[in-house]
């Protein structure tokens, strides 16, 4: 008051502080609108676990209509009791420095069901780097736990088919190489599986099917779908054997061929033995005056002569082959009057 009254003025410059706290605004808002538009349950803590505020994405997840339901309760309280323990470990490594990455946990929605959750956590730490706040980023799994775990049954009732078939079976990819194969096969080759799998189909077919013959043959079942043929293949031991081979293309992992294998080597020897006999009868029952045959008579009165001797051609003026799946040829050649008495005296 004195001089006749003065005003003394103190003025400080704001601008700084002024563009701070609308940098501060801004960053606020920019993360507000990040959590508000997160696909992902976001969930923001304070230090003892209590719940600041969730996601709207987070708040339909677990099944709850706004943050007032939520804000205040421990994060604990939103997964089942088995897991708490494992939970509240990771947070306190958290503090000491340690992180293990996310988490899988069993989660309990408002409503009391259960929800399979990957939860990740960060610290918010404020200017001086100390942690003031945690955030979880949690994201509902329940669906992809459900497709591996049927995924997983699929896979295994498949191995198990493909172990327990008797058949040899491969997976092979496009190049020719094998990505897969069963324990019969194996046996069959006298290979370990885990030497076939870094062997290819040329490695185990003979010449004519090795190198580029092979990669050749792979390229005309891709571009038909399928085939069905018989081949050799290679055992350790250097010896053939003769396959029966069915393979199919897939068009799964870059190209997949499925080919199951069956050795034929039982089935082979049978057939060269059944001949050498077949040769053998023939070769005696030529020796034998008139005619030597086996007659088959089938339920529906067809009837035929699987095996008969050179003496039908004689007797009956047809060839053995003429008749092996059908005798009609024969009883033509009889005699009307006679055809009865015959067809009697088979039947007794």
């Given at each position: 008051p004195e001089e006749g009254g003065r005003f003394v003025a103190f003025q400080r410059d704001i601008t700084e502080r002024r563009r701070t706290e609308e940098a501060l605004r801004l960053s606020e808002e920019r993360y507000r609108s990040i959590l508000m538009a997160s696909p992902d349950n976001l969930t923001i803590t304070d230090l003892t676990g209590r719940v600041v505020m969730?996601?709207?994405?987070?708040l339909a997840t677990m099944g709850y209509g706004d943050n007032s339901a939520v804000a205040g309760r421990s994060i604990y309280e939103f997964i089942i009791e088995d897991d708490r323990a494992r939970a509240g470990e990771n947070i306190g490594l958290m503090f000491q420095g340690i992180r293990r990455?996310?988490?899988?946990y069993r989660g309990v929605r408002a409503d009391?069901?259960?929800i399979d959750l990957e939860v990740n956590a960060e610290f918010i730490r404020g200017a001086d780097g100390e942690p003031r706040q945690l955030v979880f980023i949690c994201r509902d799994?329940?669906?992809?736990?459900?497709?591996?775990a049927t995924l997983l049954e699929s896979e295994t009732r498949h191995r198990t088919i493909l172990q327990t078939a008797l058949d040899g079976v491969w997976v092979v990819d496009r190049a020719g190489r094998l990505v897969d194969v069963n324990d019969a096969y194996s046996r069959m080759s006298g290979y370990?599986?885990?030497?076939?799998?870094?062997?290819?189909?040329?490695?185990?077919?003979?010449?004519?099917?090795?190198?580029?013959?092979?990669?050749?043959?792979?390229?005309?079942?891709?571009?038909k779908g399928a085939e069905r043929f018989e081949t050799l293949h290679r055992r350790k031991d250097g010896t053939h054997f003769?396959?029966?081979?069915s393979v199919r293309y897939l068009p799964i992992e870059g190209g997949r061929l499925v080919a199951f294998l069956r050795d034929m080597t039982a089935q082979k020897?049978?057939?060269a033995t059944l001949q050498k006999t077949y040769d053998m009868m023939t070769r005696l029952t030529a020796q034998v005056p008139g005619v030597v045959y086996k007659y088959l008579l089938y339920p529906d009165g067809r009837s035929c002569f699987p095996f008969s001797s050179s003496g039908m051609r004689d007797i009956y003026e047809v060839e053995p082959?003429?008749?092996?799946?059908?005798?009609?040829?024969?009883f033509g050649r009889l005699h009307p009057d006679d055809r009865e008495s015959v067809t009697a005296l088979i039947f007794d």
């Open positions: 969730t996601s709207p994405a987070g990455g996310p988490e899988a009391g069901t259960r799994i329940t669906e992809r736990k459900q497709a591996q370990s599986a885990e030497e076939l799998l870094t062997m290819g189909v040329a490695d185990l077919s003979v010449p004519d099917e090795a190198g580029d013959a092979a990669l050749r043959h792979i390229q005309r079942i891709i571009d003769p396959v029966e081979a020897e049978a057939v082959s003429e008749v092996r799946e059908d005798a009609t040829p024969v």
